[in-house]
């Protein structure tokens, strides 16, 4: 069984920061590609940033290029998300995803295999 469970989720200030994991299991990690998504309340779900597989090629939405990174630890088969210079618009509940195979592109939440429960950040203004 194919387990993502994200923690990290917390209050943040704006300008400030929060590092989110996505930890995995029963998950071929090395040929999952994760991604990283949020929904805010009303909105739909968004892409955020993902790392592909195997290459480790890392995309992120333009919203977050520059302060959000991504990475993965294949020793710990988990994620990371470190998400720096917070803005009141990041405040959503962020979900950790998995897909098999290679990505060019960030996901859509239709070609996801896996998901997690979600983690809420919320940042005040």
């Known amino acids: 069984e194919v387990k993502l469970e994200e923690f990290g989720g917390d209050l943040a200030q704006t300008g400030g920061s929060l590092k989110l994991a996505c930890v995995t299991s029963?998950?071929?990690?090395?040929?999952?590609?994760i991604a990283w998504f949020r929904q805010a309340p009303g909105k739909g779900r968004e892409g955020v940033s993902c790392v592909s597989a195997p290459d480790l090629i890392t995309y992120y939405a333009d919203s977050v290029k520059g302060r959000f990174f991504i990475s993965k630890d294949y020793g710990t088969e988990t994620s990371y998300l470190l998400m720096n210079n917070l803005k009141p618009e990041d405040a959503a509940v962020y979900y950790c995803a998995a897909l098999y195979g290679s990505r060019t592109r960030l996901p859509h939440s239709s070609e996801v295999d896996f998901w997690g429960k979600g983690t809420l950040v919320t940042v005040s203004s």
């Open positions: 029963g998950l071929a990690f090395r040929d999952a590609t």
